[in-house]
Every structure is written in C-alpha cells, then in structure tokens.
DNA sequence: TATTTTCTTTACCATTCGGTCAACAAAAAC
DNA sequence: GTTTTTGTTGACCGAATGGTAAAGAAAATA
C-alpha cells in the first residue's frame, strides 16, 4: 500500500540516546540529532513526534537499560558484599566505557530543571528509587545470610550507596581520576565490613 | 571626571549567581540576567566583558563562599563527628534554604560538560578538591584525638564523604524528600560510628 | 502498470540567542 | 558653566534555535 521506512526505529533511538546522553536536552539540537541519526529533521518529527518527545523516548530506554544492568548485576552476585561490589565497580566501569558518552543521563536530566515536565521527572525519579529498592533488597538478604547483624539499617544505608553512585558520577564528570573513584569504592565497601 | 556607575557591582554578582545556580550556564539567557540584574545587557557588557566572564565571576564568588562555609563549619566544631554531622546536615539546609535557588552551581556546572573551557572546570574540580582535603583532615585530628583507630582509611573516607554530599544534592534535585536525605545523614554517620 | 499511501527532502518560518554600536545622559574636573 | 569622560540606553546584527509545509520519491496493492 504504501512506501517503507529505510531505517531501524531502535538504532535512531540508541543513536539520539547518545547525544542526549552527552550533552543533555537542552543543549542537544536538532542539528546535531540530524547529524548524529542521519536523518533529516522532517522525518524525525514524523517519526518521533517532536524533540521533547523523542527525548522521552531516549530516556525511558536509558532508564530500561540501567535498571536491567542493575537486576543482573545484583542477581548474579554470589553474597551480598559481592552484589554491592560489583555494582559500584560497574558504575565506574560505565563512566569510562569508551563506547559510552560517560555519565549518566538520568543525573543530567535531574539537574536540568526547567527544561523538564512532571512525566520526565517522574522517569528519573523511577530509577533511583529502583536503584534504592534493589540496593536494600540486597542488604536485607545479607542479613539473612547472616553476613549483617540483625539491627543492620538496610534501608539507611541503601540511600547511602545510591547516593554514593550518584556522587561517583558528579566526580567522574569534574574530571576526577578512576584512582579517586576506586579509593571510594574501596572506602565504601570497608565501611560495610566494620559491621 | 567622568559618570560614575550607578549600581553596586556586588550586588549585580549576588544577582546573576543566583541566575546562574538555578538554571546553568547555557540556559541562563542574557534576557534573564538584565531582568535578573535590572542592567541593560550593555551595561553588563560593560561592566563583566560578556556572559562567559560574568558566569566565571559568579562562579568564583560561588566556590568561594562555600569554601568559606565549609571551613567555618568544619573549623568550629569540637570533634571530628560533629564536624562531618554539621557538614551533612549544612548541605541539606543548603538545599532547601528558601533563599538560594536549591542545587548546587558547582554540579551544575560539572555536568555542563561542553560549555565549559579548562578555567572553569579547574574552579570546579578545585571545590571538589578543598571538600575532599578538609574532611580529610577533619578525619585525621580525629584520629590523633582517638575518634577513630589507628589504621583509620582517612583519605579513602573523606572521599566517600565528598562523593556522598554530591550525591545527596543529586537527590534533592530528582525530588527526594528531606526525609530521604535526612536517612542517608544518619546511615552515615552510624557507619562512621562503626569503626 | 497505475494508483495510492507513506516516507523523505528542500526550503522556509518566527523566535531567540549572544553580542555590538551609535546616540544620549550624567557626573567630576576645570 | 563648559568640557571631558564614562555609564546607560535602545535599536540592531547575523547566527542558530525548534518546528512546519509542500513537493517529490518509493514501495505495496490493485
């Protein structure tokens, strides 16, 4: 009946989700997202909408793509120490991926404002608290391991971590060394050995 | 000789800052600032070169300040517990103090990656650095004052500490209730207390 | 092959961006 | 009060912004 699209909606997307990824909303234009996705802008928009909702798009890809990440990290591990290792050594291991633009798409949505509507926030907002919830779900199974005490406060020290990720990133992106970082994870997994 | 300005360059500061910290550099536009400022965009012209010097002012002014706070607070403190608990607790009034926009200008300006030259990431990287240091020795006279053992990990700690003060500003700005930070500041310091 | 329907392309739109310039206003020095 | 120098003003600049409309190209159906 009618003409075919000549390209993969999925590979437009990851390809956009990169520049959004390495320069934010606002400062990602529809110029670079031609050039970035080989498409002309008209076809974007009949595509995607328009840019806001192309981002929207990226970011819940984004967001699915963390979240997977962390349940199968987290899954896999053998003890909860483990778990919680290998997650934080794959939070810096993301940022310096070298086929990935380095930080973190949801912190750079989080911190641009007012650029963004009650939907997007509510995205960002959904993966920390996944990151929250899988973190403490982890720590209580340590507790039932025994490899905590039984007055550990898993839920405490989930927001820690996860606020500790978060700051990882924020270093990572002021330029800090993998050494400072890995000094962090050091520090941070010691902590939990002291109880 | 000549006419003299007519306004306090100060004050003019104080007011573009707060432009600054609460939008960032790129989306902070010139309209914003001669609204913000009461300036005509020549006047600031003038008065500061153009947008990208004005925002180094205000950065500068920015970094300096909480230098300053950071080392009132730390300085006046009678442990090293109470040091680090008045500086996490300092960074949560920060945020939600009805007087200044929330956030944090130096983050804001960590993330906007590209929009940045070597001189101001230098001034970002160079808060990073002074927290890091201060905590530090915080942590050290605690040691020496028999807060903390001997084989206390003080750099690796404060680190931690540095990164989690970030992440807890990444928090407030994706939403997080008070109370969510309120329970990072106590796991906190509970495994402070732990060793 | 002709038709129909969608995708793609080119050119364009109004608006906003950071920045500038020339005219004007005011204050200190004489 | 005149002169001189600086601050202030408003109009303006080219470039870039997100978004659109209409014409052209291609593929599946008939």
């Given at each position: 009946m009618a003409r075919t699209r000549n390209f993969d909606e999925n590979q437009i997307l990851e390809a956009a989700l990169h520049l959004f990824w390495e320069k934010g909303y606002a400062a990602t234009s529809l110029h670079d997202l031609e050039k970035g996705t080989g498409l002309n802008r008209a076809?974007?928009?009949?595509?995607?909408?328009?840019?806001?909702?192309?981002?929207?798009?990226?970011?819940?890809l984004y967001v699915g793509q963390v979240k997977a990440m962390l349940d199968s990290i987290t899954g896999a591990a053998a003890s909860s120490r483990e778990a919680v290792k290998n997650w934080l050594l794959?939070?810096?291991?993301?940022?310096?991926?070298?086929?990935?633009?380095?930080?973190?798409?949801?912190?750079?949505?989080?911190?641009?404002?007012?650029?963004?509507d009650q939907e997007t926030k509510e995205m960002v907002a959904s993966l920390f608290r996944h990151e929250r919830k899988v973190v403490q779900r982890v720590l209580e199974e340590g507790v039932q391991r025994g490899e905590f005490?039984?007055?550990?406060?898993?839920?405490g020290v989930a927001g820690a971590i996860t606020a500790t990720t978060s700051g990882m990133v924020v270093m990572a992106m002021a330029d800090a060394p993998v050494s400072a970082l890995q000094e962090v994870f050091?520090?941070?997994?010691?902590?939990?050995d002291g109880k």
């Open positions: 076809s974007i928009y009949n595509a995607f909408g328009n840019k806001r909702s192309l981002f929207k798009r990226c970011l819940a794959f939070v810096i291991d993301f940022h310096f991926n070298p086929e990935t633009p380095g930080g973190c798409l949801v912190i750079l949505s989080a911190l641009e404002r007012y650029q963004h005490p039984a007055g550990f406060d898993c839920a050091r520090a941070v997994m010691r902590l939990l």
